[in-house]
């Protein structure tokens, strides 16, 4: 970006016409507050004028915070005012809608929390509000982050901003849009198998799923508590990176959170990655080491235009003198059968909290206390979070546990020391994140197991908790973004979000 | 494979009610995928031990003490039937149609 973008004059102009500050980055919208160029109510009124523009297209959100939002921009602008502000301060951002915001109705795109409106916030949407963050909406996604589509959303589907005939992916398919639409600067959202990553990837913004631990998870409706990470999504690394900052650490109501200390992301980001090089093999090797796994790119039916952007990548960290190795995760291809175990395993012990007795919804003229539990549970999920709760059910029965979940389980050790191994030699590794791009609506819908194998490319860095990064590289012939996925050693955050902005750097 | 008698049974152990084309419909896919879990007997996994969790969690533990609840009014008043403050519920013997 050319350092008179932000000139004063330009934002004079931006300023009369009022309705472009939306489209700045959260970088440049930070300075522009500080410098008192606009204010934070400006900025947010031009959010929630696209939001009226194009929500009704788009079906992004499925809860619009106006008024309380205008209310948090006046506080920020304070803030600003009293020299109080970081960077996140005056900036809308949007949720995913399965995580909890106090007084704001969260109903994680299912009916039968239609009417809850939780008490507490999640510890990320709480430090977030700290910093001076202006919440202006939940985001609509699968229901409970059961799917790849957004189809499976009880408040209808989300479509992309690229093609309305097209899926925005999912679960987070709303945070994506938000993001993308200019609707907001980031959203955060929620990953158990690619949730962040597919939209990012469907809809051309980051998105990324830190290392299992590295957020705090409280407020957060857990899916797969053996996978399940809460992630920001944005339009630029360097964004994704300072809402990292603020989102990251240990949390005392999450004892699953990490107590590894926060790194400085975005200065990380900034660094040249010929200046990186050398963390793997506890830096032995002077030069950044990107791997590139062979069964990533031999997965049947991957598009043509992906892969060919995804190698051209590989040519540029190869300009920049990175070495470029070809390295073998031989476990992938049960990544998926793993997943799809592990995950209506858990998801099948979780969803049984949602029953109708304390809070949501209840059905009315019932009988017995069973037949509140079944009907309320039968009209307030979709069909894929009874599928799920199902398969769950099932796997986990006597007779079929050994032969389902613990194998599962005892996989799921072979995928992660193929990661192990993989990380002693290199620093990354670089595939597509999807192996096609946004599909249209309803071809998948009505076939479980293809949705299912939209995740192949997302579910082993998952199963096996290590980070990874969705990077907008560019489009299809017929204008649908493509997305390259980065995976990175645990806690190597810093490293992924370099690296994103190196990709992304215009020439 | 899973029949319609196992989506049946699971249904009332996971307590949904289904209609009999879900019943239907939940068989044939659910069928298809158990069926592609089956690439997972190609791996040998008989010297492997599970991995339930991937960061070797440690239990974290606290006293247990009983601390004031700031909202607890909060949380009655997202009750959808209540007497008194308390929840209502349906009997859980009287009127019931279970065994």
């Not at chain 1, 499976?152 to 479509?159: C, D, H, Q, T």
């Not at chain 1, 002077?286 to 892969?307: A, M, Q, R």
């Not at chain 1, 096609?436 to 299912?452: H, I, N, R, T, V």
């Not at chain 2, 939940?26 to 298809?32: D, F, K, R």
Request: charged share 25%; with cysteine.
């Amino acid at each position: 970006m050319p350092a008179c973008w932000l000139s004063p004059e330009f934002l004079k102009i931006q300023r009369k016409n009022n309705m472009e500050l939306h489209k700045l980055t959260l970088k440049q919208a930070a300075e522009g507050l500080r410098k008192k160029q606009f204010t934070s109510v400006e900025l947010t009124q031009a959010c929630l004028a696209q939001i009226k523009k194009r929500n009704k297209d788009l079906n992004a959100f499925i809860t619009i915070s106006e008024d309380r939002a205008i209310a948090e921009a006046k506080l920020a602008d304070e803030m600003i005012e009293n020299g109080q502000a970081t960077e996140l301060t005056g900036i809308p951002f949007s949720v995913k809608d399965s995580i909890a915001t106090a007084d704001i109705r969260s109903t994680a795109a299912a009916k039968i929390l239609d009417n809850y409106t939780p008490v507490f916030e999640a510890t990320v949407v709480e430090k977030i509000r700290k910093a001076g963050g202006v919440l202006i909406g939940k985001t609509n996604c699968d229901a409970f982050g059961h799917g790849a589509s957004n189809e499976n959303s009880m408040y209808g589907a989300v479509r992309n901003p690229y093609n309305l005939k097209k899926v925005s992916g999912g679960s987070s398919g709303g945070s994506a849009v938000s993001v993308a639409d200019h609707m907001c600067f980031y959203s955060i959202a929620e990953d158990t198998g690619g949730s962040i990553r597919q939209p990012a990837s469907f809809c051309g913004v980051f998105g990324l799923r830190p290392t299992y631990g590295r957020n705090s998870r409280y407020g957060v409706m857990p899916m797969a508590s053996s996978l399940d990470v809460v992630g920001p999504m944005a339009r630029t690394a360097e964004d994704l990176a300072i809402v990292l900052k603020y989102m990251a650490g240990t949390d005392k109501k999450d004892a699953t959170t990490t107590v590894a200390t926060v790194d400085n992301y975005d200065l990380i980001a900034e660094k040249e990655i010929s200046a990186q090089g050398g963390s793997a093999s506890g830096g032995k090797k002077s030069k950044l080491v990107v791997g590139i796994p062979k069964e990533y790119f031999e997965i049947e039916g991957i598009n043509e235009e992906i892969k060919k952007n995804v190698l051209y990548q590989i040519e540029k960290f190869k300009e920049q003198g990175a070495e470029i190795v070809e390295v073998s995760l031989p476990h992938t291809k049960y990544a998926m059968a793993v997943y799809y175990i592990v995950v209506p395993s858990e998801d099948s012990s979780n969803m049984a909290r949602l029953d109708g007795i304390r809070y949501g919804v209840r059905e009315k003229k019932i009988k017995s206390l069973s037949e509140l539990y079944e009907v309320s549970r039968a009209n307030g999920f979709p069909e894929e979070v009874k599928r799920r709760i199902l398969i769950g059910t099932y796997v986990l029965s006597a007779g079929y546990y050994e032969a389902y979940y613990k194998k599962a389980q005892k996989v799921r050790t072979l995928i992660k020391s193929d990661f192990e191994k993989v990380f002693k030699e290199v620093d990354i590794l670089i595939a597509p994140t999807s192996p096609f791009p946004a599909f249209e609506l309803g071809e998948k819908k009505s076939d479980p197991l293809q949705m299912y194998l939209a995740d192949v490319m997302l579910s082993p860095a998952a199963v096996a908790g290590y980070p990874a990064l969705s990077v907008p590289t560019g489009f299809t012939a017929e204008g649908l973004p493509i997305g390259t996925q980065i995976i990175g050693d645990k806690m190597k955050e810093g490293l992924l979000l370099q690296v994103g902005k190196f990709l992304t750097k215009k020439d | 494979m899973i029949t319609l008698e196992d989506v049946k049974k699971i249904a009332n152990l996971a307590k949904i009610s289904l209609t009999s084309e879900e019943e239907k419909r939940h068989t044939e896919t659910i069928s298809v995928v158990l069926d592609y879990m089956q690439i997972l007997n190609e791996v040998d996994t008989e010297k492997v031990e599970p991995t339930f969790e991937v960061n070797d969690l440690k239990n974290v533990w606290r006293n247990d003490e009983i601390k004031k609840c700031s909202f607890n009014q909060e949380l009655v008043k997202q009750f959808p039937e209540k007497y008194a403050g308390m929840l209502v519920v349906p009997g859980v013997f009287e009127n019931s149609t279970e065994e």
